[in-house]
């Protein structure tokens, strides 16, 4: 079935450096898409999301890009703190779907 | 309240027994929805919310499994003679309605944790 699903399980990053989480998604018929931020005993995070019709779009340090191209989406982190330590998952939604399909994750360690 | 509050936190039960998992999601939010996530693995779907109905039923896992909303309000997930592979941690989260979408983001609880031993 389709699913959506991440290239990298571990990414490991310098404090101060850009890290770039990448994430597949198979469904053409996706609209919108999520990346969550899920901390060690917490509950998911929302961070930011993006529709089909954009490319592009920024938060607080952090830059959500999408090619529907190619199917794939990305979460830029600029500056990474020690405090991004964390699993991110990517989300995908169908427009009649009330559910979001999750990719398994990608953890983020951050060294000093 | 500020956000989606679960509970139990933590839960232990023998297997065979039935446990319940409470959400309260937030407040003024209409849609409500159940995910199973077990150890190192992505968010599974279980059961969406949309004021008291339950339109997509289709991630519960068994008849074991059932879940039932009141007032539009708090929301119960039921395991009965729960098997140890029911081991994961259940998160519940809400939305203003049920359309996933930009503007509508899903919030998600910290997470009932349960341990079948």
């Known amino acids: 079935g389709e699913s959506v699903g991440l290239h990298l399980p571990t990414l490991s990053v310098q404090e101060g450096d850009n890290s770039i989480i990448n994430c597949a998604y198979s469904n053409s018929a996706s609209d919108y898409f999520i990346w969550y931020k899920q901390e060690s005993g917490k509950g998911p995070q929302f961070i930011i999301d993006i529709r089909s019709n954009m490319d592009k779009r920024q938060g607080q340090r952090v830059t959500v890009l999408l090619n529907k191209t190619v199917k794939h989406l990305s979460l830029q982190i600029a500056a990474t703190q020690p405090g991004d330590s964390a699993v991110y998952f990517c989300?995908?939604?169908?427009?009649?779907?009330?559910?979001?399909?999750f990719g398994t994750g990608t953890r983020l360690q951050v060294t000093l | 309240g500020a956000g989606v509050s679960q509970s139990p936190s933590n839960k232990v039960t023998e297997k065979g027994k039935d446990v319940e998992l409470r959400c309260d999601p937030i407040s003024g939010h209409t849609a409500l929805y159940w995910y199973r996530q077990s150890l190192g693995q992505g968010l599974e779907f279980l059961i969406y919310f949309q004021g008291n109905s339950a339109p997509d039923k289709s991630g519960l896992p068994s008849d074991r499994f059932s879940a039932e909303r009141t007032g539009g309000s708090v929301s119960t997930l039921t395991i009965q003679r729960t098997q140890q592979e029911d081991s994961a941690v259940y998160l519940c989260?809400?939305?203003?309605?049920?359309?996933?979408?930009?503007?509508?983001?899903?919030?998600f609880g910290e997470g009932s944790w349960l341990t079948v031993v």
């Open positions: 989300a995908e939604n169908t427009g009649t779907a009330s559910k979001l399909t």
């Open positions: 989260a809400s939305s203003l309605y049920a359309a996933v979408g930009a503007g509508n983001t899903i919030y």
